[in-house]
């Protein structure tokens, strides 16, 4: 997926003419009866429309508007052809050919002071600097817009160009600067309440968390995207998200999802005829089908994107699919096939940078032939000096005799006086290495100190043996002090409640908020004896964004916690569970039940709303587990890769038999062993199991 999605976008909103949907072949009938500015203008209609379609034609007609609006001094139609052509090869990847001619007409709109013509050439060029990788000029050319619709007051075109924006940082890498502009763009859309441009920002924030490879912010984005593409019926962006989320779940290994989504893709592709999306899509699920093990399949889908490719001209795609096709006939052991495949693949690889760089080349064997004159001047010149030559160097060996003296006398006083300034200088390092060391020192007992308060803090053994005598607390900070924390109480009335929390950050900063945590929760649940469990995290949250003084929805990035809080009524056996993104799993006779927790924390966002009680009812034996994301989002394995949730789940349910305090052990080991000597702890881990008991 790629993330100029929004720059073609925005070079749409900003650029296109606004035509409307005519017939060439009625434009051409009349085109012989015109003349003068008129027949300039059909010329203009006929190269803009024919350009998907006939791009000989459409370059012939281009060619001939420019022609006599140049010859007959209409400067602004002038401009325009220039653009139309600039726009025609830009279609077609003639990167170097369109800066020409969107240069050209750029020049000619400066001198006009067309600013509305001098944005629509500016957002073509963006788009050429970022097909061609080149982020830094792409940026730079959105700016230039950028001032330009600030100072006309058109928000919906500053919205869009803060996107474009937010992805050119992406691609350089800068992705907090990319969040910070995108979220920029949203708080314009939802101020204009323009939903095509929610939609737009929602499918940015995607783009920027796929490409910080976090699969399940980017597919919460696009589905948040795709909920409003089907609100205003908007097919093309539903396919487009469809399709984008079946890669997310491809990239995942959830190869069921992946297939009901690129399926639901390729079915409204079909319906609307979208034959450069079909070929996208067909070619997704050939790699789709390949990772399934249905080589048939992939291949088949493979040979139909191929064909549809090869027909209107998509070169990136058709590229892609030869690469799918030779891994999958590889692995059906058909080597030639698949060599052959590769090969195309190099071929088309070598054509798409031949016909780029064409007129790259024609230039260059003009300056050639060129060169080659000049050479011959220059060889006679050069003999005709030789001699001056041969006489100055013999000047120049003593010069430099010279200057070789001198500057060995300048070393030797140059070394001289270094070895003094270091002989200084480590003297002053022992002096500042032992200030560092005690300094050291005291931060060293300081956060000691802080960890013995926050252990004081959390909730001790005797108060989880009320709740049930079969418990365990695995507790793993990854820092001295820890930004997860438990926390539990057992009422007077045999109502019990207890949670795992995980703060912002680790060390010393998250233990600042799991002080907050464990503060506020004594305050609401033991204080103000509040026993509901949406209610409780509902004025956890009042309290968190109080206490940090959270007034605008960029906080969400930085402060708060998500949690998994459980509330036993022991007299009835029921649970109420509330959750900020931690989900609780209950596992009874080796069997899992997960109760999800609400997509948002405790902390502010931008689509706050109340957090929702779910209800169960225990059985004797149940095991309820809670937990912080710090376990399964540990990196180790021969891979490197993350412990993964699935694979927590399955050793819950190994060890569900086990004793509490053995469970608590095998996690441990399983940990350890899975990060090895190479993969460092990488958050704080917090894992709570209780078992109910008669």
């Not at 005519?22 to 009349?30: A, F, G, K, M, Y």
Request: with cysteine; glycine share 6%; hydrophobic share 40%.
């Amino acid at each position: 997926m790629r993330a100029f999605l929004l720059l073609l976008f925005s070079f749409l909103l900003l650029s296109a003419p606004v035509y409307s949907q005519v017939n060439t072949d009625s434009l051409e009938h009349v085109l012989p009866q015109l003349g003068g500015k008129e027949r300039i203008k059909v010329l203009a209609d006929l190269c803009w429309y024919l350009a998907v379609k006939d791009r000989k034609m459409a370059e012939t007609y281009g060619q001939e508007a420019l022609t006599l609006s140049q010859e007959q001094g209409f400067d602004s139609l002038a401009a325009q052809a220039y653009n139309d052509l600039g726009t025609l090869y830009l279609r077609y990847g003639s990167y170097d050919t369109s800066i020409n001619y969107l240069n050209k007409s750029l020049e000619i709109r400066k001198e006009l002071k067309d600013t509305n013509g001098i944005s629509s050439v500016i957002s073509k060029l963006a788009v050429i600097a970022e097909n061609k990788a080149d982020y830094a000029e792409a940026l730079e050319y959105n700016l230039q817009s950028l001032e330009i619709f600030e100072k006309k007051g058109n928000k919906s075109a500053v919205c869009t160009l803060k996107g474009n924006i937010a992805l050119i940082y992406c691609n350089l890498g800068q992705y907090d600067l990319a969040i910070k502009t995108n979220q920029e763009a949203i708080n314009i859309a939802y101020q204009l309440e323009k939903t095509g441009l929610i939609l737009s920002c929602l499918s940015n924030f995607g783009n920027i968390f796929n490409g910080l490879e976090d699969r399940d912010s980017a597919i919460f984005y696009m589905e948040e995207a795709l909920t409003l593409a089907y609100e205003i019926e908007d097919e093309n962006n539903q396919s487009l998200l469809l399709q984008n989320i079946g890669s997310q779940y491809l990239e995942k290994g959830d190869l069921v999802k992946a297939s009901d989504y690129l399926q639901k893709a390729l079915e409204i592709r079909e319906r609307k005829g979208d034959k450069k999306g079909i070929v996208s899509t067909k070619s997704t699920l050939s790699k789709l089908f390949a990772a399934q093990g249905d080589l048939d399949k992939a291949i088949r889908f493979g040979q139909e994107s191929l064909a549809i490719g090869k027909e209107i001209g998509v070169k990136e795609n058709v590229m892609s699919t030869y690469m799918i096709l030779s891994n999958a006939y590889q692995k059906k052991q058909l080597l030639e096939t698949a060599l052959a495949y590769r090969d195309s693949f190099i071929l088309f690889k070598d054509s798409i940078t031949n016909a780029e760089f064409s007129d790259k080349i024609a230039e260059m064997e003009s300056k050639y032939n060129a060169a080659k004159r000049d050479q011959e001047i220059q060889r006679l010149n050069n003999e005709r000096v030789l001699q001056d030559q041969e006489l100055k160097a013999r000047d120049r060996q003593r010069l430099f005799l010279i200057i070789i003296l001198l500057f060995a006398l300048v070393f030797v006083w140059y070394i001289y006086r270094a070895y003094k300034n270091k002989h200084r200088a480590n003297e002053l390092i022992s002096e500042q290495k032992a200030e560092i060391e005690h300094k050291h020192q005291e931060i060293t007992d300081s956060i000691n100190y802080a960890k013995r308060i926050q252990t004081a803090l959390l909730t001790a053994d005797e108060q989880w043996e009320k709740i049930s005598p079969e418990n365990f607390v695995y507790f793993k900070p990854r820092d001295v002090v820890s930004g997860d924390f438990f926390w539990a109480y057992q009422a007077p009335n045999n109502i019990a409640v207890w949670v795992a929390a995980d703060c912002t950050g680790h060390g010393v900063p998250g233990a600042f908020m799991s002080m907050l945590g464990v503060g506020f929760l004594n305050e609401i649940v033991v204080e103000n004896n509040i026993t509901n469990s949406n209610e409780i995290l509902d004025r956890l949250r009042d309290k968190i964004i109080h206490a940090l003084e959270q007034k605008n929805v960029e906080s969400q990035q930085k402060d708060g916690m998500d949690i998994a809080l459980c509330v036993w009524d022991q007299n009835t056996n029921k649970l109420q569970f509330s959750g900020a993104y931690n989900p609780l799993i209950v596992i009874r006779n080796k069997e899992i039940l997960q109760i999800k927790a609400d997509r948002q924390p405790i902390g502010n966002y931008f689509k706050k709303k109340p957090f929702e009680t779910k209800e169960f009812q225990l059985e004797v034996g149940d095991i309820l587990y809670t937990f912080s994301d710090g376990y399964p989002d540990q990196f180790g394995g021969e891979s490197g890769g993350k412990f993964m949730i699935k694979r927590f789940k399955k050793l819950l349910v190994e060890v569900s038999e086990r004793p509490m305090e053995e469970q608590m052990r095998i996690l441990d080991r399983e940990i350890v062993d899975w990060m090895g000597d190479k993969n460092p702890q990488t958050d704080d881990i917090c894992v709570v199991g209780v078992k109910i008991c008669d």
